[in-house]
């Protein structure tokens, strides 16, 4: 089974005119495909490959780097999640991934290849979810190493309150969240009423 095809058993319908999919299948033809990489190296890997070899605009290379987050969670047993997602009583607000922990604990995860100034859109969307959901775990991924250091500098300062974490994914410290992510359970959709909209992959 091809990637593609992989993503929509999955529950991704239109995998297959997702142009920042079909980059990735070239240099990843299977979900399996070198199974053994890290997370780190999967993703810097096949991210290096299509920037170098295409060139893609910053909306795909956006797409392109939340699709290998996804691919990270479906190599690694990280399911079911919600992506794009709207949360209940979270108005006007969308959340790249959202996992339901067995205590019915939202993990919000945002994505951004760059994080120089999006940080602050990103923490003004944690404060928001943690009005409502008050326990809830707010993980920012990015693919600039030097931001994280930006980030963790402002979290010591204060000045970063309500994003939990902060990770490149070109680091080991992101290996060690999805060994995390990965020893944890997550709720079936069926078994909560948090979610107003949202695709959900990986039943």
Same mark, same amino acid.
């Given at each position: 089974? +091809?990637?593609?095809?992989?993503?929509? %058993? *999955?529950?991704?319908? %239109?995998?297959?005119?997702?142009?920042?999919?079909?980059?990735?299948?070239?240099?990843?033809?299977?979900?399996?495909?070198?199974?053994?990489?890290?997370?780190?190296? @999967?993703?810097?890997?096949?991210? +290096? +490959?299509?920037?170098?070899?295409? /060139?893609?605009?910053?909306?795909?290379?956006?797409? =392109?780097?939340?699709?290998?987050?996804?691919?990270?969670?479906?190599? +690694?047993?990280?399911?079911?999640? @919600?992506?794009?997602?709207?949360?209940?009583? =979270?108005?006007?607000? /969308?959340?790249?991934? =959202?996992?339901?922990?067995? %205590?019915? %604990?939202?993990?919000?995860?945002?994505?951004?290849?760059?994080?120089?100034?999006?940080?602050? *859109?990103?923490?003004?969307?944690?404060? =928001?979810?943690? *009005?409502?959901? /008050?326990?809830?775990?707010?993980?920012?991924?990015?693919?600039?190493?030097?931001?994280?250091?930006?980030?963790?500098?402002?979290? *010591?300062?204060?000045?970063?309150?309500?994003?939990?974490?902060?990770?490149?994914?070109?680091?080991?410290?992101?290996?060690?969240?999805?060994?995390?992510?990965?020893?944890?359970?997550?709720?079936?959709?069926?078994?909560?009423?948090?979610?107003?909209?949202?695709?959900?992959?990986?039943?």
């Amino acid at each position: 089974m +091809n990637l593609i095809e992989y993503f929509q %058993n *999955q529950g991704k319908k %239109n995998a297959n005119s997702i142009q920042a999919l079909k980059l990735i299948e070239k240099f990843c033809p299977r979900i399996d495909y070198k199974i053994n990489l890290s997370a780190s190296q @999967f993703i810097t890997q096949i991210f +290096n +490959n299509i920037e170098s070899g295409f /060139k893609p605009s910053n909306t795909i290379r956006g797409a =392109v780097f939340e699709y290998l987050i996804m691919c990270v969670f479906f190599r +690694n047993d990280i399911k079911p999640f @919600f992506y794009q997602a709207t949360l209940s009583f =979270v108005p006007n607000l /969308k959340f790249d991934f =959202v996992l339901f922990d067995i %205590n019915k %604990n939202p993990i919000i995860i945002s994505v951004k290849t760059s994080s120089s100034e999006r940080y602050k *859109q990103v923490e003004l969307e944690s404060y =928001v979810a943690k *009005q409502v959901h /008050k326990r809830c775990r707010c993980i920012f991924i990015t693919y600039d190493n030097e931001s994280i250091r930006f980030i963790d500098r402002k979290k *010591q300062l204060s000045e970063i309150l309500y994003i939990d974490e902060a990770y490149s994914a070109k680091e080991k410290t992101f290996n060690q969240l999805i060994k995390e992510l990965s020893n944890l359970d997550y709720i079936h959709p069926e078994k909560i009423d948090y979610v107003k909209e949202g695709i959900f992959l990986g039943d």
